[in-house]
Nanobody, 128 residues
């Protein structure tokens, strides 16, 4: 199973970016059973949860720091998870990682430690 994140880049404050994460090596049926998440790590800081989406109902969790600005979604037909990022500010500058939880939990996994499949990351830089 491979996760490939795309869409990062340089954007000015107030701008938008859409990140994509394509998951390969699994069937659509298997992908639909994955919980999926976006995480980020800024220089000198620990990795933090940005947003996650559950495997079944599509229920989402969004961190307070990005609530109202970022939206996570998934397309099970395309084995892809998205992160729409609006109203970006310099504090959003980080490497963004997508991740998948390949086994089922009784709750929606929110922390990075609960995810076992990771992509390589894509850099988002927001200039002031």
């Amino acid at each position: 199973v491979q996760l490939q994140a795309y869409g990062g880049g340089l954007v000015q404050t107030g701008g938008s970016l859409r990140l994509f994460c394509a998951v390969s090596g699994v069937s659509g049926g298997t992908f639909s059973r994955y919980s999926l998440g976006w995480f980020r790590q800024a220089p000198g800081k620990e990795r933090e949860t940005v947003a996650v989406i559950s495997r079944a109902s599509g229920r989402t969790y969004v961190a307070d720091s990005v609530k109202g600005r970022f939206t996570i979604s998934r397309d099970n037909a395309k084995n892809t998870v998205y992160l729409q990022m609006n109203s970006l500010n310099p504090e959003d500058t980080a490497v963004y990682y997508c991740a998948a939880r390949s086994t089922i939990l009784s709750h929606m996994p929110v922390t990075a430690e609960e995810y076992d499949l990771w992509g390589q990351g894509t850099l988002v830089t927001v200039s002031s």
